[in-house]
Each structure stands twice: as C-alpha cells, then as structure tokens.
C-alpha cells in the first residue's frame, strides 16, 4: 500500500538565504536562515534549507549577502515635522519651541500634515523603520497616509494646553474628541490606543490627571515629554514645587503604560521611581545634542531596570528619521565618561527593536524575529566594503551599518521596499507635494 506524500505547510512569503539576526531573549542567530510568513504573521524562523522544503510559497525573497532582522521601532518622533526640516537649528529647546509653535499655528493643516508625512513615512521605510509612535497634530490625517502606505503608526489624540492650537481645538473640547477617538477605534494587531500629553509645562497637574485617567479608560499608551532639559525641570519645578518626574510621580502617573520621552536631566531617587514603577523611556540622542540639552543617563537607567527604546525626535529638532544612526550614537555617546561597556553593540541593537517595542507595551507582538509576531522585518545589505568582514552582527549593525544599507522593509508581512523600490507610495509625488507646499509657505 502506498503512503501518501506530506503536503508542504503553506505561507504567503519565505524571506531565505540570508544570516538571521532574530534579536530573541537568547539572541539567536541562524546563519543561512530564513522566515516564514502568513497572514502578515511569522509563523517560523530556521535554517533556510530546512523551511524551503517545508513550505510551499507564494512569494519569496532571496536574502543571500544580507542580513534579516525586525524591523526598526522609533519610539518618539513628529513625523509631520519634515515641513520644517532645518528652519529652526543651532538654538536651544526653549527657542526652538517658540519658533516651531508659531509656524505650526500658521502652516499645519489636515492636508499638510498629510502631505508632510508621506515623505516621512518614505524616508522611515528607507531606514529600515517600520513602526513608530507619532505625536502631532491632525494624527487622524497621518493614520489615514500611514494605512495608505501599510506603515506601522502608533499614534493618536495630542493634548497641549496653548493659545493656538494647530488644530484650534480648546483644551476644554479635548477630552470629548479624545473620548470619541478612542472609543471609535478598531484595535488590529501591533497597535494600541494611544494618547500624547505634551509636557508637565504645557498642561497643569489637573489636567495630565484628566489626560492620564482618559488613558487608563481605554487601557492606551499615555505618552509625554519629561525632563528634556535643565531649564524645563527648573520651569516646572519653579511652577509646582517639584521636578516633571517627581509631579509625574505624586500625582500616580508613573507606571508601564507610561513613556517618557528624552528623561535627560534625572536625579538617582527619579531613576529609582522609573523602574520600581515599570515607566518607560525613549532615548533621542541625536536631538538631545542638537538642541544642547545634554545626555541622556541611560546607563544608570539600564543598570536600574529602566525599559530604554530609541527615538528620532522631530525632523527638525533631530533633521533625520534615521533610528540606525541613532542606535548607532546610543552605542557610543555614554562611552564618553571613560566606560567603553557603558553602552554595548548588544544592547543599542536591543533598543531600537524589543525594547521599543517594549516601552510601547507590543513586545509580546513586534521588536523580534519568533513564530506568533507580526512579520515586521527588514533585509540589510551586507555588501558594502565598510561592513566587511563581520566578526559580529551586533557590532556591524551598531558601529557600521547606515540606513542606505536597508535593501526590503516589510510591515505585516507585506513588501513595502523591494530592492531599495518602495511598492505602496509614490516617493517622486510625495516629494514634489511637500516642495510645493514649502514654496506656498511665508514663514519668518
């Protein structure tokens, strides 16, 4: 009697051939690895031998000569803010936002928000980002491109209590159209709901508490600015009696559906409340030297337990939605002490995947190459002559890659730059828009 033939699993996509670098618990690496995709999910990762013969494809992509990982998480940006890219540089955070308000009440719109973000969305995917949390005005415009383009945008209702809004939207109408925002929300996998309150000097103590107890009815991120600089910690310490991170604390808004963003200028009892609390922080190198605000005491956070991602800032504040050259900074600015350990290859590539991942609440879904996650993963090219020889993956990707290295950015499981080509957005045409919107601007 004669045994019927196995029939071959079946998956949407096999990205094969190339070194997998799955950025796990253990740090697993497959040499002449592959992934196996279905339904925008990685349903296995193994030897490329192997899951080629296991698995009956639609579509593959040969990764031979490069490198797979996950996809690049930036953990706080403005992304919209590339209207604006290099009109406010060499001035310090408090002037900066002073110049960058004014323009944002005159220029921002739903329709040049939009415009904005489809270069930003073009230039993350061709470094690599698949995935980012975006605080800006208009965030229904930006959800709507980012769908569009099949990018990963985590983002939502912005709270700032100032004169003119971009939006006009008055702070006392906010918390209805947050309400009615996240109420009307479908949750799909790798997203959450998320809210954006500006800072401790932008809102009082009344209403972040609002804000935070809005959060916590729909279980959603709650997202805020927090000690950038010594000049907003003596701001909102002159205003309130007590540091952002200690306001934050006494008023019970710590906490792990808590991100921080920037957390530069910290005192070891505000480290302390950070990890025994579980809040998170995204670490912006890049801005936070640009705008002369100072470094950032990542190490000690790490050393604490602190969950450290990645951030670009803005595109004004940071000029680039690079997360690689980011990493890349993380991995070498706090060596500047003397400790070449303060910060490892590892670790930096750690922070800009699961950990990001994590400090948003989704490393249970994104930030790493395992069966069950979202197939959100980029294929590098290692054929340059400055990544050759690679004696180690981490380090190569932390001391030597650069975003024009990224060859495939999938989101979903879904191709959305094939050979350095993106296939979903017009990259010409987003260009030519954003250049006519900026020569339509007067600003001064």
């Not at 990890?275 to 002369?292: D, E, I, Q, W, Y």
Request: some cysteine.
């Amino acid at each position: 009697m004669s045994i019927p033939s196995q029939r071959p699993a079946t998956a949407d996509l096999l990205i094969h051939g190339g070194d997998v670098l799955t950025v796990d618990e253990a740090g697993t690496i497959v040499p002449d690895g592959a992934v196996a995709v279905r339904d925008g999910e990685i349903v296995e990762v193994g030897p490329a031998e192997e899951l080629r013969a296991r698995y009956a494809t639609a579509d593959t992509l040969d990764a031979t000569g490069c490198l797979v990982l996950p996809g690049l998480v930036n953990a706080h940006t403005h992304l919209a803010m590339t209207l604006l890219r290099g009109r406010a540089d060499d001035v310090t955070l408090q002037g900066f936002l002073e110049r960058v308000l004014r323009w944002e009440s005159e220029l921002l719109s739903a329709e040049n928000v939009a415009t904005a973000i489809r270069v930003a969305i073009a230039e993350s995917v061709r470094a690599g980002v698949t995935s980012a949390l975006d605080m800006y005005w208009f965030h229904e415009a930006a959800e709507r491109v980012a769908r569009e383009a099949g990018w990963r945008l985590h983002t939502g209702p912005t709270f700032m209590d100032v004169p003119d809004p971009a939006d006009a939207i008055a702070y006392e109408d906010r918390l209805e159209w947050a309400r009615r925002d996240l109420a009307g929300r479908t949750r799909r996998p790798g997203t959450r709901p998320v809210l954006f309150a500006h800072s401790a000097y932008t809102l009082s103590p009344e209403q972040l508490t609002e804000i935070a107890s809005l959060a916590r009815e729909f279980d959603a991120l709650l997202h805020i600015h927090a000690a950038e600089n010594a000049t907003e910690v003596a701001t909102v310490e002159v205003r309130y009696g007590k540091r952002p991170v200690e306001l934050l604390d006494s008023l019970g808004l710590l906490g792990p559906d808590l991100l921080l963003a920037h957390a530069v200028d910290l005192t070891g009892a505000e480290i302390a409340a950070l990890a025994r609390t579980g809040t998170s922080v995204a670490h912006c190198p890049v801005s936070n030297l640009k705008l002369g605000c100072g470094i950032a005491p990542v190490p000690r956070m790490l050393s604490a337990g602190v969950t450290v991602g990645l951030g670009t800032d803005g595109a004004v504040s940071s000029n680039t939605l690079d997360v690689l050259r980011a990493l890349g900074l993380a991995a070498l600015v706090h060596k500047a002490d003397g400790d070449p350990t303060a910060v490892g290859a590892e670790q930096a590539v750690r922070m800009a995947t699961i950990q990001g991942a994590k400090a948003l609440g989704l490393d249970a879904q994104l930030g790493s190459l395992e069966a069950g996650k979202r197939a959100d993963l980029i294929v590098l090219d290692l054929g340059g002559p400055h990544l050759a020889p690679r004696h180690d993956l981490w380090s190569t990707l932390a001391y030597a890659a650069r975003a024009d290295d990224v060859r495939d950015t999938l989101v979903d499981g879904r191709v959305l730059m094939r050979d350095r080509t993106l296939t979903t957005l017009d990259e010409a045409a987003a260009l030519a828009d954003l250049a006519a919107l900026v020569s339509r601007s007067d600003l001064v």
